[in-house]
């Protein structure tokens, strides 16, 4: 028996409702999606609601693919015109979801983490930033036990750098990679507000702060550290013992320590994260260490993970004489 769609002709088929919103929410996806970006990335839109714009543009390209696959099975089924519309919503929707699919790969895979540091017991301090961060954005607190070996376990490349170099050059490098990133400058001085030492330096190869097998070795330091206080004077605290050895002594020893703060942004949506970067003068050289912390966001997806490495890959290059 012949089927009762195969007796239609093209123009008698009904088209897939399915299949026409598949390509219009597909479509209109494309120019919500640049306004959210762009509003976001210049100010127009402020970051918690750019993230429920966010959620709301991927709920809409949900329903576009789920819409085309329906609109593929009235196609199959009944006969009803969808081919055309199914398929062009159906990829575009597809290719506007990967960058999600990805992230959501990185959430579920990377720990929720959003404060990397390269000193876990003791991370630089931020001080000229907490004037630019609002209340409700992420604290700024010390690592859990918890969060040390997570990060210990997925981002075994963070570690501080010792230089045998003057600390003014090292510290006139970091503010040029700094400035080189288009990243907000906020601050660049000594914990006493004086301008930076002459920049000689040795020239001599830097390395990672690493033990034999490459792990993060915990820097050796003396059981005090001065970090800022918000009105700029320098605090003394003491360091609690590192479970990887290091020990502690009664002996308080004043460093001179020099501190880089900046606000960096994502490259497409412009979401912004606080960095800081201390750099403390010792016998032979320099010791350098990073931190960065998203502002939103209980979940990073790796990326200040990647700004610490690749800026800190930079700064040996730099240091080396091996950057442009």
């Known amino acids: 028996m012949t089927n009762h769609f195969d007796r239609l002709s093209l123009s008698e088929r009904p088209q897939s409702l399915a299949a026409m919103w598949c390509q219009r929410l597909a479509v209109f996806a494309v120019p919500y999606f ?14 918690p609601p750019a993230f429920w714009l966010l959620g709301i543009g991927v709920l809409m390209l949900t329903a576009s693919v789920a819409s085309g696959i329906y609109g593929f099975y009235e196609l199959w089924t009944f006969g009803h015109k969808a081919g055309i ?4 919503g159906t990829l575009l929707g597809l290719f506007l979801l990967l ?47 918890a969060q040390k070996q997570a990060q210990l376990t997925a981002y075994p490349r963070i ?5 045998p170099l003057d600390t003014g050059r090292v510290f006139k490098a970091i503010v040029k990679l700094v400035k080189d990133r288009d990243w907000k400058l906020l601050a660049a001085t000594t914990i006493q507000g004086q301008a930076t030492v002459d920049d ?24 005090f550290r001065p970090s800022q206080s918000r009105d700029g004077t320098p605090v003394f605290d003491s360091i609690q013992v590192s479970p990887i050895g ?8 004043e460093q001179d320590e020099r501190y880089v703060e900046a606000v960096a942004r994502s ?19 320099a010791l350098v260490d990073m931190r960065s912390t998203s502002r939103w966001g209980f ?16 700064l040996d290059a730099e240091l080396q004489g091996l950057s442009r």
């Open 159 to 163: 570690a501080a750098r010792r230089y």
């Open 267 to 285: 490259f497409l949506l412009g979401f912004e994260s606080d960095v800081v970067i201390r750099l403390v003068e010792e016998e032979e050289g």
């Open 200 to 223: 000689e330096g040795s020239g001599l190869v830097a390395k990672p702060v690493v033990d034999a097998q490459g792990n993060p070795l915990r820097v050796a330091l003396p059981t």
């Open 85 to 88: 519309s199914a398929t062009r």
């Open 246 to 253: 290091r020990e502690e002594t009664e002996e308080v020893e």
């Open 34 to 47: 640049l306004i959210v970006i762009l509003g976001h990335r210049f100010g127009a839109i402020e970051t």
């Open 99 to 145: 960058p999600f699919l990805y992230h959501a790969v990185l959430a579920f895979s990377l720990p929720q983490l959003f404060d990397i540091s390269t000193d876990l017991d003791d991370p630089p301090a931020y001080d000229t930033v907490l004037n630019d961060r609002g209340e409700d954005m992420n604290p700024i607190v010390l690592p859990g036990e």
């Open 299 to 314: 979940h990073d997806l790796g990326s200040n993970a990647r700004r610490v490495v690749n800026f800190l890959t930079d």
